[in-house]
């Protein structure tokens, strides 16, 4: 078998024995909380990794953008949530072709985006499914007031073509809890958002079968919230460091990404081979560093280029030119994205290697 250490660099690396224990944990957490699993795949964009969630209970998927969708489509996934708003003619006459695969909710914050989906749909005697994004308070996407919901899912049920399904949110805000932590308030308030615009949905007589939520922190408070139906998490597969920052301990992060020591200077300086082209620029702490090293706490990950990561060690280092390092990035998602293919591992030993299906399909 070959080493991690045998792979050129920068290569991404995933533990598979974390890997498939975060997954089988997540889809209890859900199953105990008596929700259903609809993860979102824009973390690891990986068909190899979807049916691993689908095998463990997963109802179907989620994704970020209709080219994910296609992917995972043609890739023999029959359920897919495309959690955005689709837009334009160009992605309309795509979405009915995707239809002919697949299964397919979209997310709707109005009406001008829905109708020529609508129409299209109708058209081509497809149903599609109507999925209205309520802002819990990202301040992103979504409706903003509960009259603005209503309202549109009112329209949403007069138009052809669509069948409204429900209401869903992601409560991205959650991350901005005290010390970084995550907000345990925020939750409770997102839920109880959700919970009414549903009931006063039926009030109207608008059925609301599906009250969705999705966010990696907010699985553990929410999976046991009444009144919602559906948990959509995504980065949880791999974690990251700023899921560690927020308590996820180190045996849980899946994802690390091989460099190598290119340059060591005498003044403590040490440079590898993987720059915001391996590891994305996301640095959203307040030491402005870019990952973590694994066993090597003295190094600090403090700089960064295209093509170089700048290290700084804190004490003494034993590293040399060409030894090979392991870094968590900051943030899986967009580290994932700068990859062509992954490399899964048994401890350190190599397992296989899966091909990232849609990495780039930002369209």
């Not at 046991?224 to 998490?233: F, Q, S, Y």
Request: net charge negative.
């Amino acid at each position: 078998m070959k080493s991690l250490y045998d792979l050129d660099t920068p290569t991404l690396l995933v533990d598979a024995d974390r890997l498939e224990r975060n997954i089988a944990d997540m889809a209890e957490r859900v199953r105990a909380g008596g929700k259903t699993l609809r993860p979102h795949t824009k973390t690891h964009k990986t068909p190899e990794i979807a049916r691993m969630q689908a095998a463990a209970g997963a109802s179907g998927l989620t994704v970020a953008k209709l080219g994910e969708a296609e992917v995972m489509a043609y890739a023999g996934f029959k359920d897919i949530f495309i959690a955005n708003q689709l837009v334009g003619a160009i992605k309309v006459a795509r979405l009915m072709s995707l239809l002919e695969h697949a299964r397919v909710r979209v997310g709707f914050d109005s009406f001008e985006a829905a109708a020529p989906l609508a129409k299209a749909a109708a058209a081509h005697g497809f149903r599609l499914g109507a999925m209205i994004e309520v802002d819990t308070g990202l301040g992103r996407a979504g409706t903003r007031s509960l009259e603005e919901t209503l309202m549109l899912a009112r329209q949403i049920s007069e138009l052809d073509g669509l069948d409204f399904l429900g209401i869903f949110t992601h409560e991205g805000h959650l991350y901005r809890g005290r010390d970084g932590g995550v907000d345990a308030e925020a939750a409770g308030r997102v839920a109880t958002q959700m919970r009414a615009t549903a009931e006063a949905l039926a009030g109207q007589g608008t059925d609301c079968k599906e009250v969705s939520v999705g966010s990696t922190p907010g699985a553990a408070l929410l999976s046991v919230e009444p009144g919602l139906t559906e948990l959509r998490p995504g980065v949880y597969v791999f974690n990251d460091r700023t899921q560690m920052r927020r308590g996820t301990p180190l045996d849980r992060c899946a994802l690390t990404v091989l460099a190598t020591v290119t340059s060591v200077r005498s003044d403590g300086r040490i440079v590898v081979d993987a720059g915001t082209k391996s590891m994305a620029s996301d640095s959203p702490f307040a030491d402005k560093t870019y990952g973590e090293v694994m066993d090597h706490p003295e190094l600090i990950f403090e700089g960064i280029s295209e093509e170089h990561g700048h290290l700084m060690a804190s004490r003494g280092t034993t590293l040399k030119v060409g030894e090979k390092v392991r870094i968590i990035p900051n943030h899986a998602c967009t580290c994932v994205n700068m990859h062509n293919s992954l490399t899964t591992l048994r401890g350190e030993e190599v397992e296989d290697t899966w091909y990232i299906a849609a990495r780039g399909k930002i369209r």
